[in-house]
């Protein structure tokens, strides 16, 4: 199969972690016949020096014209002061936005080679921790009007509104994914004190009818907070809204040891998906070839599984992360005694030997 990919290096560590993803889909192209072509977008940091502006037209067409996208990180200390509408994530918005890709997927399940890495307590992580975040990625409070004014002095305002369809088709996404899991789905929301929320609840249980086979619970934001932490065993999938995913979904890769092992898939209506570590930019290590590649070379498994339709394919990236793990090979993040350290383009090869071998 002919594939031509998107490739948005980023910033930070962003070019990196990219250059070893695309070592393990060159691998896997090798191994299966497929060839996939690489076309370079500019997004980010970069794309405000390169063209003033953090994602210009032009690039996102590269985009949309994709059969889907591989994106590093973007962002870093150099564009902090630059106004909020031009700052590197604004671009991560406004791609996400163009493509409308309203679902993502991000997985939180612990790897039993790094079960030591997590800071809970063994007794709690011995139940097992393997749970999908659904978080609604293009509207809420992330895309409604923002602004700051003068009221005798400075007020600011984020507005948060969501209409029943925004709720019903991430809600459907939901549905279904826990359907192909353990049938269990967590709807979390804030219907104690918010609207949105209280529509979010009622448009939720109303699709319930159409999934009997579905056990659904709704937990209010702050409890699934805690319940992360104390008894992550009880989820499977939970559906949440964007703000709410974006906290839980960190709090959630915390827990299983890593943030740089965590992947994440955000797909619309059709099959061209936006694929990204759930990590940022990491400024303080970008250049030293220190940063952990799993998280993106995760997502590019991700891409072929959910946008390319190569569940193989995917299944050996997968496989081949679990071998070089239980190899001993460990990047500096979940470095643990009696292991072997590896810089980010040893892991990225030795992921790409492995997917050979498989
Ligand atoms: C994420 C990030 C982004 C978000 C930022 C960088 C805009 O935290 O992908 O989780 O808040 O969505
Ligand atoms: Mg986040």
Redesign the pocket.
């Known amino acids: 199969m002919k594939k031509n990919i998107a490739v948005i290096r980023g910033d930070g560590i962003g070019p990196e972690i990219v250059n070893e993803a695309i070592k393990v889909l060159d691998a896997v192209a090798k191994k299966y016949g497929h060839t996939f072509e690489y076309t370079d977008a500019d997004m980010g940091g970069c794309a405000i020096d390169k063209y003033g502006d953090p994602l210009p037209q032009h690039e996102l067409d590269k985009c949309l014209n994709a059969d889907s996208v591989l994106l590093g990180a973007?962002?870093g200390p150099k564009w902090d002061s630059v106004p909020g509408n031009m700052r590197p994530?604004k671009g991560?918005?406004r791609i996400r936005a163009g493509m409308g890709v309203y679902s993502n997927n991000r997985p939180a399940k612990i790897w039993p080679q790094l079960a030591d890495a997590s800071p809970l307590k063994p007794e709690i992580v011995e139940k097992g921790i393997d749970f999908i975040i659904v978080r609604e990625l293009i509207g809420g409070i992330?895309f409604g009007e923002h602004r700051t004014f003068e009221d005798g002095e400075r007020v600011s305002e984020d507005v948060m509104r969501y209409s029943e369809s925004e709720i019903e088709r991430i809600g459907r996404i939901g549905f279904e994914t826990a359907r192909k899991r353990r049938k269990k789905l967590c709807s979390v929301e804030k219907s104690n004190v918010l609207d949105t929320s209280r529509l979010w609840k009622s448009v939720i249980h109303r699709l319930a009818e159409e999934y009997p086979d579905v056990e659904l619970s709704d937990m209010l934001v702050d409890n699934c907070a805690m319940q992360i932490v104390k008894n992550p065993a009880q989820f499977d999938v939970i559906v949440t809204e964007?703000m709410f995913g974006?906290i839980l979904?960190?709090e959630a890769s915390m827990i299983t040891g890593s943030i740089g092992m965590i992947p994440s898939s955000s797909l619309g209506a059709g099959s061209n998906g936006l694929y990204?570590p759930?990590h940022?930019s990491a400024p303080d290590i970008a250049g030293t070839d220190a940063a952990n590649p799993i998280g993106t070379i995760l997502s590019a498994a991700m891409m072929l599984r959910f946008s390319f339709d190569m569940p193989r394919e995917a299944d050996d990236i997968e496989e081949a992360v679990g071998k070089v793990l239980s190899g001993g090979f460990r990047t500096g993040d979940i470095m643990q005694s009696g292991m072997k350290k590896v810089k980010c383009s040893e892991m990225g090869s030795l992921i790409a030997q492995a997917v050979s071998e498989i």
């Open positions: 973007v962002g994530e991560l918005l992330y964007n974006d979904s960190d990204e759930i940022g």
